[in-house]
């Protein structure tokens, strides 16, 4: 077992654990808006940030990615974090202004609007990357990935093609947090919309049932 320090008390983990995991099962506040445990983490968000002592050095880090260590002293509420985490959602508010889960999380954290301005009002995405991960992690399939950079950066058929490998599971629509991936059965026919493209396929009948 490791042992570790978060907010002052003292805790025992299981190596490998990450920070964050820790903390969750013992019920201290962390926000996250890109952790789901059927994948493994990302990073994506950043909200996650918590402060680590290590030797006298402190920094900043992503809990859902840093793993305990022996001696390990976190803190996870202070002013530096704090100023953090507001300015990651309020970056989100702007990116997604009118995404259910950003607001919420916003309320949470203190936060009632943004500094700044808002490009695609009508964005949902945030980013966050867990349809990406349950699409190649848990289905095994690599239908959509994250694609270009910088502002252009946005979940799409990998390169851009116009070939998919997706088989109308649904699991993006599913995982997805803000609604930025729909999914709609209607007259046979499945429809997957992703942020940038759309697919469509014939539903199958089941023979006993006869449910698509
Ligand atoms: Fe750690 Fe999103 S929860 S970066």
Not at 149 to 159: C, K, N, Q
Request: glycine share 8%; net charge positive; with cysteine.
């Amino acid at each position: 077992m490791i042992n570790l320090t978060i907010d002052g008390k003292k805790y025992q983990a299981e190596e490998g654990q990450t920070v964050l995991e820790v903390a969750h099962r013992h019920g201290i506040f962390i926000p996250t808006l890109c952790v789901d445990e059927a994948v493994s983490a990302y990073g994506a968000c950043r909200l996650c940030m918590v402060e680590i002592d290590r030797k006298g050095r402190k920094k900043l880090v992503a809990s859902c990615l840093y793993q305990v260590e022996e001696g390990l002293v976190v803190t996870t509420q202070n002013d530096r974090i704090t100023n953090i985490r507001k300015t990651v959602i309020e970056l989100l508010l702007a990116r997604c202004p009118q995404s259910e889960g950003v607001q919420t999380m916003a309320k949470k954290l203190g936060v009632n609007g943004t500094r700044f301005e808002s490009e695609k009002p009508e964005n949902l995405c945030t980013l966050c990357a867990l349809c990406t991960r349950v699409c190649s992690e848990v289905v095994g399939k690599s239908a959509i990935s994250l694609v270009s950079r910088g502002t252009g950066r946005e979940v799409a058929l990998p390169y851009y093609e116009d070939k998919t490998d997706c088989i109308a599971c649904g699991s993006c629509a599913y995982i997805c947090p803000t609604g930025a991936i729909k999914m709609k059965d209607g007259n046979g026919v499945r429809t997957i919309t992703w942020p940038n493209c759309e697919v469509s396929f014939k539903l199958r009948r089941c023979a006993k049932c006869g449910a698509e």
